[in-house]
């Protein structure tokens, strides 16, 4: 019968070291960016909540890049799976997943990018434009786009265990944070209403 050590080298330890970072980036970013949220830790440390932000945006675009490299010396060390090899839709993922991601950084700007709602600096109203009327999380998705087109465009089985991964955590991620920044602006859109409520109309 066939299994999965057939198509993955499951004891390669790099595969290992790609499973964790891919799993510790979400969870980093959430528990530091409640943190801060809570206690303002990175805005008293840096001394003000843009300092604080830009430190949280550098730390995760460079934890960002390492989890690429690491993902990119795992699958060169596994062994090459013709079925898997898809080159053509495999450039195309990278390509489109690398739209989103861009133009999702373009359109929100670093502080939009990074968390800056947790560190009270909001968008003065929702992005509805591209890429957010394809996806509501265009990073998220473009970025497991990125790791499916790599697995293709390499021909490792081993991707497509790795991409499932970051789908999985991108999911649980997006329960975790949608609902508690929709409530971080709805916040806001309440203090406006009383506000605008106090003054004569
Ligand atoms: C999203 O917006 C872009 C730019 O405004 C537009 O070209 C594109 O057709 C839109 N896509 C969808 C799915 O609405």
Not at 46 to 62: D, E, H, M, V, W
Request: glycine share 10%; hydrophobic share 50%.
């Amino acid at each position: 019968m066939a299994s999965l050590s057939d198509f993955v080298d499951l004891s390669s330890p790099a595969l290992l070291v790609s499973a964790a970072t891919i799993a510790f980036n979400p969870i980093f970013w959430n528990i530091v960016a409640r943190a801060e949220y809570n206690n303002h830790i990175l805005t008293r440390i840096f001394g003000g909540p843009y300092n604080g932000c830009y430190f949280l945006a550098f730390t995760i675009f460079a934890i960002g890049i390492v989890r690429d490299h690491v993902y990119q010396v795992a699958l060169d060390e596994q062994s090459f799976y013709a079925p898997v090899h898809q080159p053509i839709i495999g450039g195309i993922l990278f390509a489109s997943g690398s739209v989103l991601v861009l133009s999702s950084m373009w359109a929100l700007g670093v502080t939009g990018t990074y968390l800056g709602d947790y560190f009270g600096i909001l968008m003065d109203a929702p992005v509805t434009g591209f890429p957010f009327n394809v996806t509501g999380s265009p990073m998220y998705w473009g970025s497991t786009m990125n790791f499916l087109g790599v697995a293709l465009w390499k021909g490792k089985a081993a991707g497509l265990l790795l991409t499932a991964e970051v789908f999985v955590l991108y999911w649980f991620a997006l329960q975790w944070e949608d609902p508690f920044t929709a409530e971080i602006y709805a916040k806001r859109e309440r203090e406006r209403a009383k506000k605008q409520g106090g003054k004569k109309q």
